[in-house]
């Protein structure tokens, strides 16, 4: 999903607050022109950055005869504000309203090699107006913010809710919907990116892996335009095209996206080699490497920590319930505790034999779990899941 956010410096104020200032006298004084029209801008997506990969969304309000050109884009964020990451991962991130002149748009994505498609639509003067004055009280100061959420209310969705509730009728969608889940959806445009990809899998739970509705694919930009392109307004006087026209204001050419060889898959296999191999030299030589331990259950303990939050605490709708957490928890930090003071050995010792059943179950029911997982998750958990069992092994040595 494509957010833009507009940099603001002290002398393109006047200019911004007289932009405001002019939409809102419109708005009050007259309506627009028969002239008028309304159109939803398709952005294609783009590899520059994690926010672009998705596509981008907006409306465009062009009237001729009242010489305005504007872009209404719900994707406005601040990056800069205090505490975004945490507000982000929590759930609690608030967008924006933003209002741009039409050519500001296109520059911007020129600049990005971004594709833009414009569909006019194919309302009445009434409906317009509708649209028009919609789109005027959300720019107001009391509700141009609004609680961001990726899968359910976003610079996508808010235009097409919009649009639907102005139209005289009722808006219906002939596009056949893709039968996937929205993890599916979603990793397709990340194909270029593996390592997103991965992070996305991890911190997403089984609920992404429920098949989106034909509407609930609305909040990827492309797939709203290709139902826009056979949808119709269905009114008492009969049905007609919810888009009259389609235009290519931009062709698409995008930044090649930059390969790396290190991908998710091919790091953890060799994390995986080095445990192993680390594990084999300990029984060979029979000595125990408890630093090895120490090292694997941090960073798994700290990832767990992560995850929980996000599957416990945060506000997103998608990330609880999440199997991951029966292999990647915070739990793993106090083992590492355990394994470092000498006195505790035996409680060491419960704690690896619990994670080495609990992982044997895991592995063991790998496909039967109600969650699609990460085919680079499997040798991360075998790493974990070999240290305990070596401990166990070596316990259960030295009692015999």
């Known amino acids: 999903m494509k957010f833009i956010q507009i940099p603001i410096r002290l002398k393109q104020l006047p200019s911004l607050f007289a932009l405001l200032a002019l939409i809102h006298s419109l708005g009050a004084q007259a309506g627009l022109s028969d002239k008028a029209q309304i159109s939803l801008l398709t952005c294609s997506p783009s590899d520059e950055a994690v926010f672009t990969v998705y596509g981008h969304t907006a409306i465009r309000v062009s009237d001729p005869l009242a010489k305005l050109d504007y872009v209404f884009n719900y994707g406005i964020f601040e990056f800069a504000k205090s505490n975004f990451i945490y507000r982000f991962a929590k759930g609690e991130t608030d967008y924006r309203l933003g209002i741009t002149y ?50 359910y209310d976003n610079c996508a969705t808010r235009p097409v809710a919009l649009i639907e509730s102005s139209v005289d009728g009722e808006v219906r969608y002939h596009h056949e919907p893709q039968h996937k889940s929205f993890r599916t959806l979603i990793n397709y445009y990340m194909r270029n990116q593996p390592w997103l990809i991965f992070g996305c899998q991890l ?15 609305f909040f990827l930009p492309l797939l709203l335009e290709k139902a826009f392109d056979k949808a119709t307004i269905q009114t008492p006087g009969g049905e007609r095209p919810l888009v009259a026209e389609t235009k290519i204001l931009q062709e698409n ?17 060799l ?3 080095i445990i192993t191999g680390l594990t084999f030299l300990e029984w060979r030589k029979k000595k125990h490497y408890p630093l090895v331990d120490c090292c694997l259950f941090t960073l798994a303990g700290l990832g767990g920590t992560v995850l929980f939050f996000l599957a416990f605490v945060s506000e997103h709708p998608a990330t609880w319930p999440n199997w991951s957490v029966v292999w990647l928890h915070p739990l793993h930090l106090p083992g590492v505790i355990l394994f470092a003071v000498k006195t505790q050995q035996k409680a060491a010792s419960c704690y690896h034999f619990i994670n080495f059943a609990t992982l044997t179950l895991l592995l063991a029911g790998w496909y039967f779990i109600p969650q699609h997982f990460h085919i680079a998750f499997i040798p991360l958990v075998i790493c974990l899941w070999m240290r305990s069992g070596r401990y166990v092994a070596r316990q259960g040595t030295r009692n015999l």
């Open 271 to 273: 994390f995986l080699g």
């Open 253 to 269: 050419n995008p930044v090649a996206a930059k390969q790396t060889i290190l991908t998710p898959g091919i790091a953890s296999l």
């Open 102 to 151: 039409f050519e500001n748009f296109l520059a911007e994505y020129a600049m990005r090699g971004s594709g833009i498609t414009e569909q006019v639509l194919d309302l009445t003067p009434k409906e317009k107006n509708k649209v028009w004055e919609a789109l005027q009280i959300n720019a107001l100061p009391e509700n141009v913010t609004y609680r961001y959420n990726f899968f």
């Open 203 to 217: 911190a997403l739970g089984s609920p992404a892996d429920r098949e989106a509705t034909l509407h609930e694919e």
